[in-house]
């Protein structure tokens, strides 16, 4: 156990310096490909179809160029094969001995068959180790009580994270979601939890619902720090600064829980995207074109689909599967002072738009138009004349301009909008500003399009 002033639970992992992450990935992503290959029928006739062995990947070059193996829908598949011919529904791709599954968890899919993740005994320890990090990271201590208010039933961020939390000591209340409110708050009276766990949503809803249902504002529980994860609400400013100042509390962005990931925000009042903290266990920012599917280059700022792959796994590891998830990757330093790569989860490949040969993505447009907070009030839509994602004309963009804003500074703020926009996402879009609370605050999943054409 670290010393309770340390930033780190383990202080030697999450500041390795670049090469040896790099040489410590390799060795384990070559013993993975070899695991998987000669464990599951799945890779088997994946590398068969590449026409590749494991022993034949011995560079970072070797390995990004391997293309994707795994996709959502294969992920789906080669679950319902096993559940067809092998007997468990825990897929093609499971390596261990059934015997030794001891976990399962479902993945939030979204409608229909549940998608499955299973864990070993060494699963659970590296899940525990990985998840203790981030928990450390924002300021939990061994004794201290965090209220668990997660789906629990089959979810990954509800027992997995609960058995986290017991692991390194810490006192997890685990309600759950499906406790509903009043219930929460029974709990967080009587034990007085200094951590919340819930989605940015659960947050927002307690705000409102707490007077009601117990005669309490959120404010006076005690609540210093929210761990949030589901949902992109604490990575967005409006959502963060209004958790904050209603329950006087830290609001930090979490993803992770299967395969090894974890990664949160900082303590730096900005979002600063998410830090990786467990390069040892997994690859986030293996980025290729979501058009063209070619490997993109690492560098600071880049946004591409993340392939994601998982190299200290033994159940059913994930390799080279491609996510929906549009990923950026930060990898200069954070003015927080913490060291490691940093990534923001932008959307879904969906929502890509191509804009005279550019990839925009909607999400990376909200970004940089909340730098420009209180001027505008950080909500905005892209307005789509015609089916996505080509754009033909420049790309039209609806922004709440702040509420302190005379009409004579709106053509400045155009211009320094613009002048940003141009520089880090390379085009041009004509904005129209509209007043303040006029678009809608329909969900915080954010829907950022807005259809002006006739869907066909
Ligand atoms: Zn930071």
Redesign the pocket.
């Known amino acids: 156990m670290p010393d309770r002033a340390s930033p780190y639970w383990n202080e030697a992992a999450e500041t390795r310096p670049e090469e040896e992450i790099r040489d410590l990935q390799m060795r384990k992503i070559r013993r993975q490909l070899a695991y998987c290959h000669e464990h599951s029928p799945y890779y088997r006739e994946k590398f068969r179809q590449i026409g590749a062995l494991p022993a034949e990947i011995r560079t970072w070059e070797d390995f990004r160029r391997l293309p994707v193996m795994l996709t959502p829908e294969q992920y789906k598949e080669q679950q319902e094969q096993s559940s067809a011919e092998d007997g468990h529904p825990y897929g093609r791709i499971l390596c261990a001995p059934l015997r030794e599954v001891i976990g399962v968890a479902s993945t939030s899919g979204t409608t229909g068959r549940p998608t499955l993740t299973a864990f070993t005994r060494r699963d659970i320890d590296s899940t525990n180790e990985v998840l203790a990090r981030a928990f450390w990271r924002i300021g939990i201590r061994p004794g201290d009580t965090v209220l668990h208010a997660f789906g629990l039933s089959m979810w990954v961020a509800g027992i997995p994270l609960v058995r986290a939390l017991e692991a390194m000591g810490a006192r997890p209340i685990a309600v759950g979601a499906e406790g509903g409110t009043e219930r929460l708050l029974l709990f967080a009276r009587l034990t007085r939890p200094s951590v919340l766990l819930c989605t940015p949503s659960f947050a927002e809803h307690l705000i409102e619902r707490a007077p009601e249902v117990a005669g309490i504002e959120v404010g006076e529980l005690g609540i210093q720090r929210i761990f949030c994860c589901g949902e992109p609400g604490a990575g967005l400013p409006e959502v963060r600064k209004k958790l904050a100042n209603a329950w006087g509390a830290k609001i930090y962005d979490f993803a992770g829980g299967p395969w090894g990931i974890s990664s949160v ?4 009042d900005d979002y ?2 998410m ?1 990786l903290l467990s390069e040892d266990y997994c690859l986030h920012y293996d980025l290729i074109d979501p058009q063209t599917r070619a490997p993109m280059e690492l560098s600071d700022g880049v946004i591409g689909a993340a392939v994601f792959t998982t190299y200290d796994w033994d159940a059913a590891p994930p390799v080279k599967f491609l996510l929906n998830d549009l990923n950026q990757i930060h990898t200069s330093p ?5 060291p490691g790569k ?1 990534r923001r989860i932008l959307g879904r490949i969906d929502d890509l738009l191509i804009v005279k040969g550019i990839n925009v993505y909607p999400a990376a447009i909200r970004n940089v138009v909340n730098g420009f907070v209180p001027r505008v009030t950080g909500e905005m839509r892209v307005v789509l004349h015609e089916p996505p994602p080509r754009v033909t004309t420049p790309l039209h963009i609806k922004i709440e301009r702040g509420a302190g804003v005379a009409d004579a500074d709106l053509a400045e703020l155009e211009r320094q909008i613009g002048a940003r926009i141009r520089d880090l996402l390379r085009f041009t879009p004509r904005i129209e500003f509209v007043a303040p609370a006029t678009l809608a605050r329909s969900t915080l999943k954010g829907k950022l399009i807005e259809r002006m054409y006739q869907p066909s």
Do not use: D, L
């Open positions: 925000s900082c303590h730096h600063q995207g830090h954070c003015p927080c002072g913490m940093r």
